[in-house]
C-alpha cells in the first residue's frame, strides 16, 4: 500500500496538512464541513476558546460517525434477513418442484464433459 499523499487545507482559522480522502476535492470538501461546523460552535459559544471549538468539533463528527455506522448496521441487518426469507422461500419452491416428475426438464450437463 503506498504512502497517502497530503495537502494543505483551512480547518477554521488555520492551514494543516492532511492525508488526502479519495481525491483532492473530496478532501476540500471534509475540511470545508469541519470549517463550517467550528464557525457555527464558534457562534454559539459565549467566549472564544479554539481548543474548546475544536473538540465541540471532533466530538460531534465522531458523534455522526457513530450514528451512520449504527444505521449502516442496522441496515445490513435487515438486508441478511430479507436474503435469509429469500432463501428460505427458494428452499421452499425447489423442495415443491420434483425435477425428475417433469419430462420437458432434461438434467443439466456440464459443458465440458465428453459424453
Do not use: Y
Request: aromatic share 4%; net charge negative; proline share 6%.
Amino acid at each position: 500500500m503506498s504512502e497517502p499523499t497530503w495537502i494543505q487545507v483551512r480547518l477554521g482559522d488555520s492551514r494543516v496538512r492532511v492525508p488526502v480522502v479519495d481525491d483532492p476535492a473530496t478532501t476540500q470538501k471534509i475540511a470545508d464541513r469541519c470549517t463550517r461546523l467550528l464557525k457555527q460552535i464558534e457562534e454559539d459559544s459565549s467566549r472564544i476558546d479554539t481548543l474548546n471549538f475544536f473538540q465541540l468539533a471532533t466530538f460531534q463528527l465522531a458523534a455522526s460517525v457513530h450514528r451512520l455506522e449504527a444505521e449502516m448496521q442496522h441496515d445490513e441487518s435487515e438486508i441478511l434477513r430479507a436474503l435469509e426469507q429469500m432463501q428460505a422461500k427458494l428452499r421452499q419452491l425447489l423442495d415443491e418442484f420434483h425435477p425428475e416428475d417433469s419430462p420437458a426438464i432434461l438434467p443439466i450437463q456440464d459443458p465440458d464433459s465428453k459424453t
